[in-house]
């Protein structure tokens, strides 16, 4: 059996008179890869930025390998750390160099050594394809490459799970795919992840779990072959036939022939 590496505990959340996430109840696997998708506003960011103590809740709990997650906690700062996110719009520092986004937190937070920072910034802007640009500041790189270096910074911390909000929604349709390659690596790599997003194709080829939320709860779950070939709720249905997509046949097909067959790629 996977161990249990995240439990999300009948969480609600709520702004004012707004219920947001109702009742919400999933467990994340080590290495399983988990795509959550649903229309906009149904809760998926909020539920994300939840599991990393960025919003409280209401009700229920979220932990991981059993430990609390609550933003209010003096233990968060050390649970953060073992839960990497990646935002929409990067949120990198402009007035720093990509190394200097990259290494800043390992460096004050974990306390390591500069050099091995830098040393392991190097290797993994190497596997993403930004070799050379450690010195390049934000501004002059394209949405892709910024995304890129986010995902890095994330990655540096070695965190236990990784989230992933939209991380292609603000990208020009031609930056996706190089996005796209890099957390298909990181999935065939056994990354434990939470994928936020609207790419039916990229979900169909990365998931060995799709989450459909819709107004708040969790309406249908199943993995991609179950879900886009036989979705059981009429939402869910619904929902896919907003979406024209190539059918892929998942993690095996690889990252090349899976991305390229995302709408718009």
Request: hydrophobic share 40%.
């Amino acid at each position: 059996m996977k161990e249990d590496l995240l439990r999300i505990e009948h969480v609600s959340k709520s702004y004012g008179e707004n219920r947001i996430l109702k009742d919400i109840s999933l467990t994340i696997h080590r290495g399983e890869v988990v795509v959550v998708i649903g229309p906009s506003g149904c809760g998926k960011s909020t539920l994300l930025r939840c599991v990393n103590g960025l919003e409280p809740i209401q009700q229920g709990k979220i932990t991981l390998r059993g430990e609390l997650i609550d933003g209010k906690s003096r233990k968060i700062t050390a649970i953060r750390q073992r839960v990497g996110m990646v935002f929409q719009n990067y949120e990198l520092f402009p007035h720093m160099t990509v190394l200097e986004n990259i290494v800043l937190a390992p460096v004050k937070v974990q306390k390591k050594g500069r050099r091995e920072a830098v040393e392991e910034a190097e290797k993994l802007l190497a596997r993403v394809g930004l070799c050379g640009k450690e010195e390049s500041y934000p501004r002059e790189l394209s949405g892709g490459q910024k995304q890129r270096v986010a995902i890095v910074r994330a990655l540096i911390m070695e965190p236990e799970i990784l989230l992933f909000d939209e991380v292609t929604a603000a990208l020009d349709p031609e930056m996706v795919r190089e996005v796209l390659d890099v957390l298909l690596q990181l999935a065939e790599q056994g990354r434990t992840m939470v994928i936020v997003t609207h790419e039916m194709a990229f979900a169909r080829a990365v998931a060995d779990r799709v989450i459909f939320i819709d107004q708040g709860n969790i309406v249908e779950q199943g993995t991609p072959e179950e879900f886009f070939g036989n979705p059981k709720s009429e939402r869910a249905k619904k929902f896919l036939r907003t979406f024209e997509f190539e059918p892929v046949s998942g993690k095996t097909a690889g990252a090349g022939s899976a991305v390229q067959s995302v709408p718009g790629i």
